[in-house]
Structure formats: structure tokens, C-alpha cells
């Protein structure tokens, strides 16, 4: 079941950036594959607790249609499927570095926990 590309229109370019993140897991797919490089789909899934299989394969496909994921699919048995940030991929991680930099002073701001692999950690840790 193919999806249509988002095209808008927009109000702005926020809007536009939105709407190729939007979704629980799209931003830490992005943070994955620009932390640790190309990732099989289950290195995927492990280094992201709580994604369901259904909605990792959902953002993936999105993400690969918005043109910020490579899927490099090598023809062997067992099949095997690699994903990677393409330029526009890290060109847009690289934009969310601010954000994400105001998200961590939230976080010890207001002494939240942080999810690292499945384990919490306090902030002052």
C-alpha cells in the first residue's frame, strides 16, 4: 500500500518541516541512523524500545519517500536490508540539533528521566 507524498501546501516552512517528522518515531530513527550509521532493520528496532515492528516499516517507507532514508536491499539468502541517512536525511538532523540541544537542558531542567536502550537514567546522572 503506497502512500502519496506529502506536497502540501504549507503556512511555513516549520509547517513543511513538521510534516516530514511528525510521527513518535521518525526523529529517533533520524538520531539513530546519524549516531550509529547504517543499520540493519532489527539493529533498528533493538536501538528503539517500544516501536512495534508495523510502525517501524510505516516510518521507514515515509521517511524513504520523503527522500531521507536510503534502503539498500543486498540480493543473498537470507535476504539482507540496510538503511542509511541520505544528504537530506543528515541535512535535517543537522537542523534538529537545536532542538535537540533545548530538549536536553529540559530534561535537566526539570530533572526528567532519560530512556537510554531501554534503561532509564535519572538527569542527574
Known amino acids: 500500500m ?3 507524498a506529502r506536497r502540501g501546501p504549507y503556512f511555513c516552512g516549520i509547517d513543511a518541516a513538521m510534516d ?3 510521527g513518535k ?3 529517533l530513527i533520524l538520531w539513530e541512523l546519524d549516531h550509529y550509521g547504517v543499520r540493519r532493520f532489527a539493529e533498528l528496532r533493538r536501538g528503539l524500545p517500544g516501536v512495534s515492528e508495523k510502525m517501524l516499516i510505516q ?3 515515509e521517511m524513504e519517500e520523503d527522500g ?3 534502503r539498500e536491499v543486498y540480493r543473498e539468502v537470507p ?3 540496510e538503511y542509511s541517512l541520505t544528504e537530506h536525511g543528515v541535512s535535517l538532523n543537522a537542523a534538529l540539533a537545536s532542538l535537540g540541544a533545548w530538549g536536553t537542558e529540559r530534561i535537566r531542567r526539570i ?3 532519560k530512556v537510554s536502550a531501554g534503561v532509564a ?3 542527574q546522572s
Open 121 to 123: 537514567e535519572t538527569s
Open 59 to 61: 516510518h521507514l517507507r
Open 79 to 81: 535476504p539482507k536490508v
Open 25 to 27: 518515531w521518525k526523529s
Open 68 to 70: 531521507l532514508v536510503h
Open 20 to 22: 516530514v517528522v511528525a
Open 111 to 113: 530533572g526528567a528521566e
Open 2 to 4: 503506497a502512500t502519496q
